[in-house]
């Protein structure tokens, strides 16, 4: 899923991913332009998945 794809769709994404990892929040969950290392970096905190493994997530939801 490339940038453009998840800002296109982040809403819809942000409700599933807080549908699976109950404990994250909407500060967690703050995308914007030029975040992506630092929101990769939260839902890696909280969720104790590689960069690659929350990429890889997001794209199948």
Known sequence: M???????TWNET???LKQKYAD???DD???E????DELL???QKKTGQTKEEIRDA???L
Do not use: A, M, N, P
């Not at 490339?2 to 296109?8: F, N, Q, R, V, W």
């Not at 332009?33 to 992506?36: C, I, L």
């Open 2 to 8: 490339t940038k453009l794809e998840i800002k296109g």
């Open 14 to 16: 942000k409700g599933k």
């Open 24 to 26: 994250l929040t909407d």
């Open 29 to 31: 969950l703050l995308f």
């Open 33 to 36: 332009e030029g975040k992506e």
């Open 41 to 43: 970096g939260r839902l």
């Open 58 to 60: 997001i794209s199948k």
